[in-house]
């Protein structure tokens, strides 16, 4: 089969689409012919990587994980000894936080894994959203987001952003999207309720309070927001911030008891998949695709993520629905 393997670390250059040995489901596993799967701002991390801290857990001098690619959708080919939970043939979607490899034509993985059947007539390119549905949950239900309460969203117009956005909506909240120019329409379609153009004016001095903040992109800070935030209000980001910052400033506040930053840890499992899958098939979610390459070209994928411009999700097809 063929995958998009790094032997290495370092930039989109070091990616090789090459033939590598097709995996056989092992006991309680399920083997999966991928179709899409996306490159993410995880992919982008872990190939660099970034944080160089990240080393640590994902190999020193070189990946652990060769083949990259969180999540996926396409159908079961076959299943190993033991495992009834999925029949060869069933389309299927998910996310794979832990082995990632759906970089490739194939990906085995338990089937106690966040996999699930896919929602009627949903196409596999628009299947392939649960990482950026997965840390905006995660977010969200940390903060116990409830209806009527007023949330901003920085960076909107990313995965998690945009799911993010969708989320708080079907749970009843207030959204204000802060997002740029060319990302305005896009955000605004998806249901929130007032939309600010960070290149226009400062969303810092909008004379309104929030509830909740959500940066959902990794580009600004606690210290920046505090003047929207309400006397018990709560800051949340996904990523670590400058010099770490949104790490120690989560642990400076639980020790404190007031909670004012959050950063929470996402926990993987199949009732995830499960909560994404009602979602879409409610009307409450669906993907934003910005571009979609062919995984020959998956490099450029990765060299596009790489500039921070990306609206949504960056889909790979892996293999086209109509290929024998």
């Given at each position: 089969?063929?995958?998009a393997?790094?032997?290495?670390?370092?930039?989109?250059d070091?990616?090789?689409?090459?033939?590598?040995?097709?995996?056989?489901?092992?006991?309680?596993?399920?083997?999966?012919r991928?179709y899409?799967?996306t490159?993410?701002?995880?992919?982008?991390?872990m190939?660099?990587p970034h944080?160089?801290?990240?080393?640590?857990?994902?190999?020193?001098f070189?990946p652990?994980r060769t083949?990259?690619?969180?999540?996926?959708a396409g159908e079961?080919?076959?299943?190993?000894p033991g495992a009834?939970?999925?029949?060869?043939?069933e389309r299927?979607?998910g996310?794979s936080?832990?082995?990632f490899?759906?970089h490739?034509?194939?990906l085995?993985?338990?089937?106690?894994a966040?996999?699930?059947?896919m929602?009627?007539?949903?196409?596999?390119e628009?299947?392939?959203l649960?990482e950026?549905?997965?840390y905006?949950d995660?977010?969200l239900?940390?903060?116990?987001?409830e209806?009527?309460?007023?949330?901003?969203?920085?960076?909107?117009?990313?995965?998690i952003?945009?799911?993010a956005?969708?989320?708080a909506?079907?749970?009843?909240a207030?959204?204000?999207?802060?997002?740029s120019?060319?990302h305005?329409?896009?955000?605004?379609?998806?249901?929130?309720?007032?939309?600010?153009?960070?290149t226009?004016?400062d969303?810092?001095?909008i004379?309104e309070?929030?509830?909740?903040?959500?940066?959902?992109v990794?580009?600004?800070t606690?210290?920046?927001?505090?003047?929207?935030?309400?006397?018990?209000?709560?800051?949340?980001?996904?990523?670590?911030g400058?010099?770490?910052?949104?790490v120690?400033?989560?642990a400076?506040?639980a020790?404190?008891?007031?909670?004012?930053?959050?950063?929470?840890?996402?926990?993987?499992?199949?009732?995830?998949v499960?909560f994404?899958?009602a979602?879409?098939?409610?009307?409450?979610?669906?993907?934003?695709?910005?571009r979609?390459?062919?995984?020959?070209?998956?490099?450029?994928?990765?060299?596009y993520v790489e500039?921070?411009?990306?609206?949504?999700?960056?889909?790979?097809?892996?293999v086209?629905e109509d290929?024998?």
């Amino acid at each position: 089969m063929k995958a998009a393997v790094s032997a290495r670390y370092g930039s989109p250059d070091v990616l090789e689409v090459r033939e590598v040995p097709k995996p056989e489901p092992k006991a309680g596993e399920v083997l999966i012919r991928v179709y899409a799967t996306t490159v993410s701002r995880t992919d982008v991390g872990m190939l660099r990587p970034h944080p160089f801290l990240a080393r640590l857990f994902i190999g020193l001098f070189r990946p652990r994980r060769t083949v990259l690619g969180m999540d996926f959708a396409g159908e079961i080919e076959a299943v190993g000894p033991g495992a009834a939970q999925f029949s060869p043939g069933e389309r299927v979607f998910g996310f794979s936080p832990q082995r990632f490899g759906a970089h490739a034509h194939y990906l085995c993985l338990p089937e106690t894994a966040p996999i699930a059947t896919m929602p009627a007539d949903l196409r596999f390119e628009d299947a392939v959203l649960c990482e950026g549905a997965w840390y905006a949950d995660t977010n969200l239900k940390r903060f116990s987001v409830e209806p009527g309460q007023n949330i901003l969203i920085y960076g909107a117009s990313g995965a998690i952003g945009m799911a993010a956005v969708q989320l708080a909506k079907s749970r009843g909240a207030r959204v204000t999207a802060v997002t740029s120019t060319q990302h305005l329409d896009r955000v605004r379609a998806l249901g929130a309720d007032r939309v600010i153009d960070y290149t226009a004016e400062d969303f810092t001095r909008i004379g309104e309070t929030f509830d909740f903040v959500l940066d959902a992109v990794g580009k600004t800070t606690y210290f920046r927001c505090r003047r929207l935030m309400k006397p018990g209000a709560m800051f949340a980001a996904t990523d670590l911030g400058p010099w770490g910052q949104n790490v120690l400033l989560a642990a400076w506040y639980a020790m404190t008891g007031s909670k004012r930053v959050v950063f929470p840890t996402p926990k993987s499992g199949k009732s995830v998949v499960e909560f994404i899958k009602a979602r879409i098939e409610a009307g409450e979610l669906r993907a934003v695709i910005d571009r979609t390459y062919r995984l020959e070209d998956i490099a450029e994928a990765y060299r596009y993520v790489e500039t921070e411009q990306k609206t949504g999700i960056v889909v790979v097809k892996v293999v086209a629905e109509d290929d024998e």
